[in-house]
């Protein structure tokens, strides 16, 4: 017992930890970093989960549009494209969609290379799988020289979701750090 005591005020005076105290404080630590693990994940899923389906041209839909190619730059300037999101092309009447693969054909409305297939079909469904911009025009007649045609880019900030959530993360973390000083 004397040898406890004896180890017990060295170990207070020294500030040094009995082995129990040690275990006590692997544990909180590594509740921690189990807490922050589960939050970098949760951020993680939630930032790769938010692709989103736009209808292209809105209530428009797709169609020769009345106020020239200014209709649908308007639209595609005001929304913020990411990887992973979904185009829908809605129309009546005699139309189609074919993706096409340079700027070149997209304002000269031809239709010579054409990734994937022209889709006749409406609805029509695009993903946006890369990062680069896509061209989408309609190559029926004269259509296409009319306006029915759209210009996809992708957005320069994150979304407000991924943001918050990168946030989150952030805060945790600093909240973590600062509560072992």
Not at 20 to 44: H, K, P, S, W, Y
Not at 142 to 149: D, E, M, R
């Amino acid at each position: 017992m004397a040898g406890h005591f004896k180890c017990a005020s060295m170990c207070a005076s020294a500030r040094i930890k009995r082995p129990d105290d040690l275990e006590n404080t692997n544990r909180q630590m590594a509740g921690r970093f189990g807490v922050i693990g589960c939050l970098a994940v949760i951020a993680a899923v939630v930032m790769g989960a938010a692709a989103d389906t736009y209808t292209v041209g809105d209530s428009l839909g797709w169609t020769v549009p009345p106020g020239g190619p200014i209709a649908y730059s308007v639209w595609a300037d005001k929304e913020t494209f990411e990887v992973g999101d979904t185009l829908v092309f809605n129309w009546t009447g005699t139309h189609n969609v074919a993706r096409v693969s340079t700027k070149a054909e997209f304002d000269n409305c031809t239709a010579n290379n054409v990734i994937g297939t022209i889709q006749t079909t409406s609805p029509a469904n695009f993903t946006l799988d890369t990062n680069v911009t896509h061209y989408f025009i309609c190559t029926i007649e004269s259509h296409c020289y009319l306006g029915q045609k759209v210009e996809i880019t992708f957005g320069n900030s994150a979304s407000p979701l991924a943001t918050g959530a990168f946030s989150l993360v952030l805060f945790a973390l600093a909240v973590s750090f600062m509560s072992h000083m």
